[in-house]
């Protein structure tokens, strides 16, 4: 079975500040991660992914994560936030070869000016 | 190119009660899976269908059965609600190819309401 872990309920920033989201996983198996973004009354949108090969994964809207096996870890960052990308952010870990999602319980970036 | 669809988007049911949410999977994909996202917490798979078949399934009580049609759409039906199914209830439709799933796209969700 797989479990993901989101560190940080609520993340508080300021416009144009960078941001880290933190998410870590436990597996036993090979796994796939991803990250979705929730806005407001609206289902979840996907931001990036990684499957395999390069550790570092680009995504929309400006983001990327980086994907570290040894300490379980999949991070999303940011460098410069806008005030539109308040929303919930979801870490969503799958067994290789299978596609069902564990989630974490979400952070909430709250973009401020 | 429409995406995931689902209805409604809001219900409000009493407990006891019974309800079918409806979920038409985006074009060119052929396996429909269901979440339940309660308030506060990140969606949880209830289950999986594909070819018209539950494929996987979550840990959820025989209450939560689902169906899936030959054009691909499904229906999530709930019995006997309680008030701990008042959730926000996601589609996500897919494609499953030599067993790797190529990234799902979601639905709005439905929000059930049970009083």
């Known amino acids: 079975a797989q479990s993901v872990t989101q560190l940080d309920s609520q993340v508080p920033v300021f416009e144009e500040a960078p941001v880290e989201l933190r998410c870590n996983y436990s597996?036993?198996?090979?796994?796939?991660l991803f990250w979705y973004v929730q806005y407001p009354n609206q289902g979840l949108q996907l931001l990036l992914k990684y499957l395999s090969g390069s550790t570092l994964v680009k995504g929309i809207n400006g983001f990327e994560a980086e994907f570290n096996k040894s300490q379980t870890s999949f991070h999303l960052r940011k460098p410069s936030v806008h005030i539109s990308d308040t929303a919930e952010y979801f870490c969503a870990v799958s067994a290789s070869g299978y596609s069902t999602l564990t989630f974490g319980k979400g952070t909430m970036l709250l973009v401020s000016p | 190119d429409a995406g995931v669809t689902q209805s409604p988007t809001h219900l409000i049911k009493t407990r006891g009660q019974q309800v079918t949410l409806r979920c038409s999977p985006k074009?060119?994909?052929?396996?429909v899976s269901w979440y339940q996202q309660a308030l506060g917490q990140g969606p949880q798979f209830i289950f999986q269908?594909?070819?018209?078949?539950?494929?996987q399934r979550g840990n959820f009580p025989d209450r939560f059965s689902g169906h899936q049609f030959p054009n691909y759409s499904s229906e999530l039906n709930v019995n006997a609600l309680l008030l701990g199914d008042s959730a926000l209830y996601l589609c996500?439709?897919?494609?499953?190819?030599?067993?790797?799933?190529?990234?799902?796209?979601f639905g709005s969700g439905t929000r059930l309401t049970v009083v």
């Open positions: 074009s060119g994909h052929d396996t």
């Open positions: 597996s036993s198996v090979s796994v796939y």
């Open positions: 269908y594909y070819e018209e078949e539950e494929r």
């Open positions: 996500a439709s897919s494609i499953l190819r030599d067993r790797i799933d190529y990234g799902y796209t």
